[in-house]
C-alpha cells in the first residue's frame, strides 16, 4: 500500500501539532509552460493533489508564484473538497514577481509580502500559514526588512514557522539574527548537492527541516538511460525512486517534495520510501557529482 510507503519515510516534527511525512509535493508542475498561466486540465490537477493527500502525503509546498496563483488555486479547491484537509500543512514561499513564462523577480520590499501573505490566507481559507518560505532574497531590500516582516507577521499569529529558499550558510546565518529560522528550501539532489552538503549538515545540528527543490532535476535523473539506471536495476526500482531514496538516506531532516502532473509519477515517487539503500550504494551515488 502507497499509505505504507509514505509512513516509511519517517516523520518530521515542526513543533507537536506540525508532524509531516517526510515525503511531500510539490505543486509547481500544476502550471502551464514556464510555470506560467493555468494547468491543461484544471480538474485532473485538483484531483492528483486529493490523491497525493489519500496516499498519505500530509505537506504540500507551494507559492503563489506558480502560475501565478494557478497551482494554489487547485490546492485551495482540493482542500476544499478534502474531508481531512485540517491534516494537511502546507509550506508556502512569497518574494517573488512574475512578468512572463520562466521569468522570476526577487522582490522582498515589505509591504508586498505582507500582501502575499494576506492574499494567500484568503485564498485558503485559512487564519495562519503553516510554513512560510522569503522564496528569494531580495538584493535591493536588506535582509533584516524581509525577514523581520515575516517575523512581524509571526508574532501576530499569521505565521507559524519560518523558512528562507536558495540561501548560502551565512544568509541563512544572518537570516537567524532576525528570526528563528525552522526550514530551508535549496536546490540539492544526488546529482547536485556538494555545494549545500554543509548547509544540510548545519540544519541537522540545528534541527532545522531541508527541503530539497529539483530532487529530480526536472526529470532528468529519472531517465531509463539516466546516471541511476543500473543502481535502479539492482535494487528493482525507477531512477526516481533511487533519487528520492538518496535524498531519505542523506539525512534525516530533508523533506523531499517531487512535483508531477502524472498520477503513475506520484505513484512511483511516493513508493521509494520503500527502497533502502546499502551504505555503499549511497556512497557510490554520493559521488556520482
Excluded at 17 to 25: E, Q, S
Excluded at 73 to 100: H, M, N, W
Aim: hydrophobic letters at 40%; zero cysteines; proline letters at 4%.
Amino acid at each position: 500500500m502507497i499509505n505504507n510507503s509514505v509512513k516509511n519515510a519517517g516523520k518530521f516534527e515542526f513543533d507537536k501539532d506540525f508532524v509531516v511525512n517526510r515525503l511531500g509535493y510539490g505543486t509547481m508542475q500544476l502550471t502551464g509552460k514556464g510555470v506560467w498561466g493555468a494547468y491543461k486540465d484544471p480538474q485532473q490537477a485538483v484531483d492528483l493533489i486529493k490523491k497525493a493527500f489519500d496516499f498519505g502525503v500530509n505537506f504540500v509546498d507551494t507559492a503563489d508564484s506558480y502560475g501565478p496563483w494557478e497551482a494554489d488555486t487547485y490546492l485551495a479547491q482540493a482542500l476544499k473538497e478534502y474531508p481531512d484537509s485540517d491534516k494537511i500543512f502546507i509550506s508556502d514561499k512569497v518574494g517573488q514577481v512574475r512578468t512572463g513564462p520562466n521569468e522570476w523577480i526577487p522582490l522582498g520590499r515589505p509591504e508586498f509580502l505582507r500582501q502575499e501573505v494576506e492574499l494567500s490566507l484568503r485564498k485558503f481559507g485559512r487564519d495562519h500559514e503553516d510554513l512560510l518560505f522569503l522564496h528569494r532574497i531580495d538584493s535591493q531590500v536588506p535582509i533584516e526588512d524581509q525577514v523581520g516582516e515575516l517575523k512581524k507577521m509571526q508574532d501576530e499569529g499569521k505565521i507559524k514557522h519560518i523558512g528562507i529558499s536558495q540561501v548560502t550558510l551565512d544568509e541563512l546565518k544572518a537570516a537567524q539574527k532576525v528570526a528563528k529560522i525552522d526550514a530551508v528550501e535549496n536546490m540539492y539532489n544526488v546529482g547536485h548537492h556538494q555545494r549545500d552538503d554543509a548547509i544540510v549538515d548545519y540544519t541537522k545540528e540545528n534541527g532545522i527541516a531541508f527541503l530539497p527543490w529539483f530532487p529530480l532535476a526536472t526529470g532528468q535523473l529519472a531517465k531509463a538511460d539516466g546516471p541511476l539506471a543500473d543502481i535502479a536495476k539492482k535494487y528493482n526500482a525507477s531512477p526516481a525512486q533511487i533519487a528520492l531514496a538518496w535524498l531519505l538516506k542523506r539525512s534525516d531532516n530533508i523533506i523531499p517534495i517531487p512535483g508531477t502532473s502524472s498520477l503513475d509519477h506520484l505513484k512511483d515517487n511516493l513508493e521509494s520510501a520503500d527502497v533502502s539503500l546499502s551504505d555503499d550504494d549511497f556512497e557510490k551515488l554520493s559521488s556520482l557529482e
